[in-house]
């Protein structure tokens, strides 16, 4: 059978591709129950990290995907047929090769909805349409499609509550879950062999072990955990799901992430369950239904945000956040990342994560808080950094929490709120059993001290054998001077604004400009050995030198270590060479760090040997790319469209600012200053998607777990 000619319906002749993505499922997949209903079927997943540029997978990531694929290809297997494999630098060209190589007449695939996949699914149908292949793509990771839920105005919406709202009142259910095919008919891929993946070096084998360990990739597993969830812990959410000390949350999110469990069986089975406490009169039970459904949404609003304003993970949806004068000192971030702030929480914390890829998301609050807040650090370097050591590192949902916590989003965190670390350590780990289990040098601090063991007594710091500036850091900065430089920087900020503003109205063009105009802050240069890709050929006398984040490890301080950071260092080998610089605890923290952007007169600083190369869809698009690419429409639920990259029109500004308890706070900010409200303009986005996108209020927090 020749490509080129579109096949028939019936399942007699028709050959599909069923492309897996992040949908590493046989469950409720539509994409492949499409194949398998109108024929043969040839499943195919395609490891092209290349095309992802900064946002390169990282180890704990990249781990979990290799478990996922063994998972699904035995799943496959046991249906009729196997998973193809191939390594590629361009997914468009490797698909054409395997439409060749199968004879294949049809493409399924499942949509995605970060900018880079949005531009290239886009191409790919383009492209493999124009060859006579029928592509259909379909809805697997979110209740209702972007384009499905918007204002009565028509518009999108730009704060969270009021989209949770639309999507739980909706006129129409989220689509009921799709059972796994009971036999797959497989294609002929005798020319189409798979192509071996090589997910890790030897010298990450070590630490990709102890990962095994605690956690159990697969769709199965996935499953097996979301009953365990709803049949346990959930009834009990609403009381336990702020304990960092305990594992109170469901943990599903890397399933989610990587599609191994479908978002709507998991509402389906919440929503039963909360139907069934409701009608018992538990309102407890009830109550902690609505918060995971919350988590949910939030999954879901990511996703919105993203396919909506697609430059959400590099630049701050309110337009005046485009001139804080971020700090720019590698020495705070080094400290931040190996767990030597001198705030016993987020070092606690930093050091969970580097040793699990893990973090309760009510920790990933206080460290990026803090990231943010106390050391006033680019938001886009902490959120960089959760992309290369999370478990469930999602772009999306990551860039929805960051853009939160930094302050860019109207229904997010008030900039000028500092959280201390010291009272949310007693709010959250109240024992201090959270730090001593990762911070083995205070174990011995009795928990009145614990969060705060510089005001602890000489003879009580003796006693746990702690000696501050030595086995434990002094704190990193000072809260109080923390509100005082945070203060001084939104006044800097503010001038700038005005100016800018005052240069727009004057008419003068060589003015400020908009934050499009702005280069970003680069990346630090240990956080660039990301971008330099290809570890597959790495062999196996491969020097330890060799290692990625080498820096990072959590560092040795007493010689007290719990075993868990003995087995993550266990793949250094001879750690006699290791020549890295401790981070020095004589640190002069007076010294006023640099400032990104900004010089003495108050003035923009150029900051053209800090920009980092981003996304711009004119890097994935071909020359020839129709203006036509911009719009589009849906008229279809169940796929058959490719979703194009569609900026809405511009959105009313809306006056509601939510509060409860989860830390979202009034709008008494930005009503003492109405100017944030500027919109933003993305002119860096390529000529044939040129719009103005516009956030004027935004979004709640990233509940994660």
């Not at 812990?233 to 469990?261: M, Q, V």
């Not at 010291?422 to 205070?442: A, C, T």
């Not at 491969?542 to 993550?568: F, K, L």
């Not at 429409?633 to 939510?658: C, H, I, K, N």
Request: charged share 25%; glycine share 6%; proline share 7%.
């Amino acid at each position: 059978m020749m490509p080129g000619r579109v096949g028939s319906s019936s399942s007699s002749s028709s050959r599909g591709i069923v492309w897996f993505r992040r949908d590493l499922r046989v469950e409720d997949n539509p994409a492949l129950a499409t194949g398998v209903r109108l024929g043969e079927v040839v499943p195919v997943f395609i490891w092209a990290p290349e095309e992802e540029g900064l946002y390169y997978p990282g180890r704990v990531s990249r781990w979990w995907l290799s478990q996922s694929l063994l998972h699904l290809d035995s799943s496959l297997r046991s249906l009729g047929t196997s998973l193809i494999t191939k390594r590629s630098f361009d997914t468009a060209s490797t698909l054409l090769e395997i439409v060749h190589s199968t004879g294949a007449t049809n493409l399924f695939f499942n949509h995605l909805y970060d900018p880079v996949s949005l531009v290239r699914d886009h191409r790919l149908k383009e492209l493999l349409t124009a060859r006579g292949i029928t592509v259909r793509s379909f809805n697997a990771d979110l209740l209702y499609e972007p384009w499905e839920v918007y204002d009565e105005n028509g518009q999108p919406f730009t704060t969270f509550a009021p989209f949770w709202s639309k999507c739980l009142s909706m006129p129409y259910d989220p689509a009921a879950p799709l059972l796994p095919p009971k036999r797959i008919t497989s294609g002929d891929v005798s020319m189409c062999p798979s192509d071996t993946l090589v997910f890790e070096d030897e010298s990450e084998k070590g630490s990709n072990a102890l990962l095994a360990r605690a956690w159990s990739p697969g769709w199965r597993n996935a499953d097996k955990s979301l009953t365990a969830f709803i049949n346990g812990p959930l009834i009990e959410y609403s009381l336990n799901r702020k304990k960092a000390d305990a594992a109170t949350t469901s943990l599903l999110s890397p399933h989610l992430h990587f599609g191994e469990l479908s978002v709507r069986k998991v509402f389906h089975l919440v929503r039963m369950k909360q139907l069934l406490w409701t009608n018992e009169g538990n309102k407890a039970g009830e109550e902690s239904c609505n918060l995971f459904l919350r988590s949910i949404g939030l999954r879901e609003y990511s996703r919105y945000l993203s396919f909506n304003h697609p430059c959400s993970h590099e630049r701050p949806l309110l337009s005046h956040l485009r001139f804080f004068p971020w700090v720019i000192d590698e020495g705070y971030f080094k400290a931040w990342r190996q767990g030597r702030t001198g705030y016993p929480l987020v070092d606690a914390g930093m050091r969970e994560l580097w040793a699990t890829g893990w973090l309760h998301d009510r920790i990933r609050v206080v460290v990026s808080s803090f990231f943010v807040k106390v050391l006033q650090l680019p938001w886009r370097w902490g959120m960089k950094y959760f992309w290369d050591t999370l478990l469930d590192a999602d772009l999306e949902s990551d860039a929805l929490g960051w853009q939160y916590i930094s302050g860019s989003l109207p229904d997010g965190r008030e900039l000028d709120r500092i959280d201390n670390p010291q009272f949310e350590g007693y709010k959250f780990d109240p024992n201090g059993e959270y730090v001593r289990r990762w911070l083995p040098e205070l174990a011995r601090l009795p928990t009145e001290w614990i969060h705060h063991p510089w005001d602890a007594p000489e003879s009580v710091l003796r006693a746990a054998g702690i000696e501050l500036g030595s086995n434990y850091p002094l704190p990193i900065v000072e809260i109080a001077a923390a509100k005082a430089r945070l203060q001084e920087a939104l006044a800097e900020m503010w001038q700038l604004e005005a100016a800018s503003r005052a240069a727009i109205e004057n008419g003068m063009e060589e003015g400020l400009g908009d934050s499009s105009e702005l280069p970003l802050i680069d990346f630090p240069e240990e956080m660039q050995m990301e971008v330099h890709h290809e570890p597959f050929g790495i062999t196996n006398n491969s020097p330890a030198g060799d290692r990625r984040h080498e820096d990072q490890m959590v560092p040795t301080m007493t010689s007290s270590i719990v075993r868990v950071e003995e087995e993550v260092s266990t793949d250094l080998g001879n750690t006699a060479g290791d020549s890295r610089q401790e981070v020095p605890s004589n640190i002069n923290f007076d010294a006023e760090p640099q400032r990104g952007g900004i010089d003495d007169r108050g003035g923009l600083r150029s900051l053209r040997d800090n920009v980092v190369r981003h996304f711009s869809p004119a890097r994935l698009q071909g020359p020839a790319q129709s203006t036509a690419d911009s719009s589009s429409s849906w008229t279809e639920r169940d796929g058959g469209l490719v979703p194009v990259w569609s900026p809405p029109a511009m959105s009313s500004r809306s006056e509601q600012f939510v509060a409860d308890d989860t830390g979202i706070v009034s709008s008494s900010y930005l009503q003492r200053h109405p100017q944030s409200h500027q919109l933003i303009n993305w002119r860096q986005l390529s000529q044939t998607m040129t719009r103005n996108w516009e956030v004027e209020n935004a979004v709640q927090p990233n509940a994660i777990g």
